[in-house]
T-cell receptor, first 115, second 110 residues
Framework: DSGVTQTPKHLITATGQRVTLRCSPR?????VYWYQQSLDQGLQFLIQ???????AKGNILERFSAQQFPDLHSELNLSSLELGDSALYFC??????????????FGPGTRLLVL | GENVEQHPSTLSVQEGDSAVIKCTYS??????FPWYKQELGKRPQLIID?????GEKKDQRIAVTLNKTAKHFSLHITETQPEDSAVYFC?????????FGTGTRLQVFP
């Protein structure tokens, strides 16, 4: 167990809908990262938050947004969902803001299925 | 651009044999290279990492080597066991991000 938690574990929804994925980082970690993993694909970096502020951005679609709250948990909002958004969404956390320079610990993921 | 190439995409070995997975990165400023193991339906878990001031690092049956000049790094697993079967991802630091390779599916046959 990495100490990173994600809810829900599974999510099934329809095209055009909006969903919110939630992540709580390890105790003491200030950075949260979101990744998308499509079937048999690698991990695509979406966005990083550090202590409430956006720190780095990857290939995140405009239909997707995220935020990090004062208690450091983070939410990823996916709207106007399309079939191609079906994927595993992972959250990871690390102690500081050093993005690519420090170990990231992954949560168990949320499996999203868009029908 | 920001790119990490990983080979092979699949690897099958007999139990007890060695397995080698290779990655190449594009950014000469990259200085942190972790390897993650992902079992089916599970989260990626860090198995070993190396920083650019070190050429090799070993942890029991797992070792990683880094060639900064050629911009490539490799994962070596010796005396493979069936429980080593998983997808392995390499990653390289690029600016504020970790860029991941596309993964290697390792199958170890008893």
């Amino acid at each position: 167990d990495s100490g990173v938690t994600q809810t829900p574990k599974h999510l099934i929804t329809a095209t055009g809908q909006r969903v919110t994925l939630r992540c709580s980082p390890r105790s003491g970690d200030l950075s949260v990262y979101w990744y998308q993993q499509s079937l048999d694909q690698g991990l695509q970096f979406l966005i990083q938050y550090y202590n409430g502020e956006e720190r780095a951005k990857g290939n995140i679609l405009e239909r997707f947004s995220a935020q990090q709250f004062p208690d450091l948990h983070s939410e990823l909002n996916l709207s106007s969902l399309e079939l191609g958004d079906s994927a595993l969404y992972f959250c990871a956390s690390s102690p500081n803001s050093a993005g690519g320079q420090e170990t990231q610990y992954f949560g168990p993921g949320t499996r999203l299925l868009v029908l | 651009g920001e790119n990490v190439e990983q080979h092979p995409s699949t690897l099958s070995v007999q139990e007890g044999d060695s397995a080698v997975i290779k990655c190449t990165y594009s950014d000469s400023a990259s200085n942190y290279f972790p390897w993650y193991k992902q079992e089916l339906g599970k989260r990626p878990q860090l198995i070993i990492d190396i920083r650019s001031n070190v050429g090799e690092k070993k942890d029991q049956r797992i070792a990683v080597t880094l060639n900064k000049t050629a911009k490539h790094f490799s994962l070596h697993i010796t005396e493979t066991q069936p429980e080593d079967s998983a997808v392995y991802f390499c990653a390289a630091s690029m600016a504020d991000k970790l860029i991941f390779g596309t993964g290697t599916r390792l199958q170890v046959f008893p």
